[in-house]
């Protein structure tokens, strides 16, 4: 009687869960808008089918041993990219074990999929609630992290979009999203948290060398920055705070980055920077609590110079009257180099921030500052002032309110940089992306016609939020609405470069010839080949007149070409070249730089040049022959143009046998020697020479140079076929290197 009870009650129970659709079928808020970015265009919003309502540790061992041939199978669970639940009251399951049909309104993650492996510490995400186009929510996305290693965090949603970040931990992440409506629609269920679950799996990357973060003061600095007195009060301006906010900035850029590298089929690359076990900073209970965590190293680097004279205004980037504006730079160059000191070889990354930058509200300007990015091969250096520090975030919590912050700019204490900064919120935007800007200059990006190395993080706001406040740069209300496509975004090129620098290498990356050089040489008919050992990563355009670059031709696997990297070699043709340009611009002199997937590139000054006519000659032997691009832009006092034919290349009985190098600290001469006894002289003599001899007994041959040029021809090494190298004759430093 009981046992047929039970059989009866189990058909029951397994009926009822038994469907011909998923939960999540007759949920318009499923539907994925145009807004999403390119990862949800092949992704699935699945659920997860409820477990059985009778939880496994209350269950009774007579309906798990009790049998019957006619009951029908236990359905199998789906596989979902991740799990949306809705529960009544809490994000937690009942302590019965119940848990809900999936939700509408549950947060869907549409930038990342389950299970993704990143490399950051800090990740942006972006989503929706509900159907926008349907009912437009507003609420809160709350975030809980693996195992509450981090503290719960709120993020707004505006019209049903929200955007946040998410601390992560080296490992599996376990993320829960719980989405709580400021006024629920009229016919929601009563439920008032709507959850979904996701897993990161974030891998840190040590091999890659480190954005080193600094911050630079005078040796009698005080070690405060400008302040509004109520900030003065509230939060302090002195260096601790400093490294506070610092530190948060350089994980915004970090997260910004991944994500600009993700959205151009690159994965989720970023630099990362040097960390150490240090009192937590990046949420502010960690500061109530004392915890400690890994996170980025601040250097404290003491100039050797005093205030005042960091201060000079002969030496402040905006003002009008200063003899020399670039001198900052340099003062910030040679305290980096006396504090890292890089060894011979070691090439250094250092973003530094100028904490003694001041408002002169006298004479208006800002003392102290520069915006400026480069490097000399062994430090590479940005640097930016600190009179915007005040508006920066100092933790998670402080993201939002600071690009929400409309509090206007009091120019009694703080400065309004470029008129662009008159309100908190504008102010963190050109603070925090200029100095974006400048270590872009740093990883090698030039100015560009859009993004971030144009001025485009005058918006950089709408990366961080979903709605924009007034904005008095515009004297107009912000966008209401902030999607991926209003963002701010580094450049196509300048995620090319990102892609093959080596702080931005990945485990997945293949290993690359050490020699990235570029190789360019006419075939006739006006066109070109260009070749590098690591692959032509891709070639810039410019037409004469262009002080950025308007059309590139892209070689890299993001481009759709397959995972083998990008080609060994490539044809160059004119007229395919000249219609990459605008209109306009088509029949202007051209000028290509190449780049290799290496970190090399070649110019060619005058394509047109170079595959004309006067580039192809007729050798002795009535074969053709071609002369090579130009190397150096011959600014040395007596530089003459020298052609050159080896008469080992048209005799097959002629052997080389030396070469002879003239040089100094530059490159005067070269001369062959041949077995006959009989010389060709390339250039001129001098008293100063270097021999290098070929051991023609292996059949050791000339195989090319590797030339340093610059404003002339710094330096030579010669390449032979059995791979040996003589070493650079000349300056080993100077100029930039080429094969030819």
Request: glycine share 8%.
């Amino acid at each position: 009687m009981v046992s047929g009870f039970l059989r009866d009650l189990r058909r029951r129970s397994l009926a009822s869960f038994k469907t011909d659709k998923s939960s999540s079928d007759s949920y318009p808020g499923d539907h994925v808008t145009t807004t999403q970015s390119s990862s949800t265009l092949s992704s699935s919003y699945g659920s997860t089918t409820p477990p059985s309502t009778v939880p496994a540790q209350r269950s009774s061992p007579s309906l798990l041993l009790s049998s019957d041939s006619n009951a029908p199978p236990v359905p199998l669970r789906p596989k979902s990219q991740y799990n949306r639940y809705s529960i009544m009251g809490s994000a937690n399951p009942s302590p019965n074990g119940l848990v809900r049909p999936s939700s509408p309104y549950a947060p869907r993650i549409l930038s990342i999929t389950d299970n993704t492996w990143v490399h950051q510490k800090t990740l942006l995400i972006y989503g929706q609630v509900g159907d926008p186009a349907q009912y437009a929510m507003d609420g809160t996305v709350t975030v809980s992290h693996h195992q509450d290693g981090f503290p719960t965090l709120s993020w707004p949603v505006f019209d049903s979009h929200f955007k946040l970040l998410v601390h992560l931990t080296p490992g599996p992440n376990r993320l829960r999203f719980d989405f709580t409506a400021a006024k629920r629609p009229s016919n929601a269920n009563p439920v008032s948290v709507h959850s979904t679950y996701m897993n990161i799996n974030m891998l840190p990357l040590d091999s890659a060398p480190p954005l080193q973060l600094a911050i630079l003061l005078g040796k009698d600095s005080p070690g405060t920055f400008d302040a509004v007195p109520e900030r003065i009060n509230r939060e302090g301006n002195g260096l601790e705070t400093a490294i506070r906010k610092y530190k948060m900035t350089a994980y915004l850029w970090q997260a910004f980055t991944a994500e600009q590298m993700y959205r151009n089929k690159f994965g989720r690359r970023a630099f990362r920077f040097e960390e150490e076990w240090q009192p937590g900073t990046l949420t502010c209970k960690d500061r109530e609590t004392s915890q400690l965590r890994n996170e980025a190293r601040i250097h404290i680097i003491r100039s050797e110079k005093t205030v005042a004279e960091l201060q000079d205004l002969g030496i402040a980037q905006q003002y009008d009257q200063a003899h020399n504006k670039g001198e900052l730079f340099s003062i910030a160059m040679n305290d980096v180099r006396n504090y890292f000191k890089p060894p011979p070889g070691q090439k250094q990354y250092v973003s530094v921030l100028l904490l003694d930058s001041h408002w002169d509200i006298e004479v208006q300007t800002i003392r102290g500052h520069a915006a400026l990015g480069g490097g000399d091969g062994s430090i590479q250096l940005a640097i930016c002032g600190s009179h915007a520090l005040q508006s920066y975030p100092s933790c998670f919590e402080e993201v939002v309110p600071a690009f929400s912050d409309c509090t206007r700019t009091d120019t009694k204490y703080v400065a309004n940089d470029c008129g662009e900064s008159g309100s908190n919120w504008e102010a963190a935007n050109i603070g925090i992306g200029a100095h974006l800007h400048e270590t872009g200059h740093l990883f090698g990006c030039p100015h560009q016609e859009s993004g971030v190395m144009l001025r485009d993080y005058v918006k950089l706001n709408r990366t961080f939020t979903c709605r924009e406040p007034f904005s008095t740069r515009t004297k107009s209300p912000g966008q209401r609405l902030c999607l991926p496509k209003d963002e701010c975004a580094w450049h196509r090129l300048d995620c090319l470069r990102f892609r093959y620098h080596p702080s931005f290498r990945v485990p997945t990356d293949i290993s690359l010839n050490s020699d990235g050089s570029v190789q360019v040489w006419t075939v006739g008919h006006g066109s070109a080949m260009a070749m590098a050992t690591t692959g032509i990563a891709w070639i810039e355009i410019f037409a004469e007149g262009d002080d950025v670059c308007r059309a590139f031709v892209d070689y890299s696997e993001g481009n759709g070409n397959g995972s083998n990297g990008p080609p060994q070699q490539v044809s160059l043709n004119d007229s395919d070249l000249r219609s990459r340009l605008p209109d306009k611009n088509r029949n202007k002199r051209m000028k290509l730089e190449i780049f290799s997937a290496g970190q090399g590139s070649h110019v060619i000054e005058d394509f047109k040049e170079l595959v004309s006519k006067s580039a192809t000659l007729k050798l002795s032997n009535g074969q053709p022959g071609f002369r090579g691009g130009k190397l150096g832009f011959s600014s040395l006092d007596g530089s003459s143009p020298h052609d050159l034919i080896l008469d080992s290349a048209i005799n097959q009985t002629k052997l080389l046998v030396g070469v002879r190098v003239y040089h100094g600290m530059a490159l005067d001469g070269v001369e062959f020697i041949y077995e006959d006894f009989t010389r060709q002289l390339f250039g001129k003599k001098t008293d100063s020479s270097s021999d290098f001899n070929l051991d023609t007994r292996k059949g050791e041959t000339l195989m090319g140079f590797y030339v340093r040029a610059g404003l002339w021809i710094d330096g030579i090494e010669i390449l032979t076929s059995t791979g040996r190298r003589s070493g650079v004759f000349g300056n080993a430093n100077g100029g930039s290197g080429q094969v030819s």
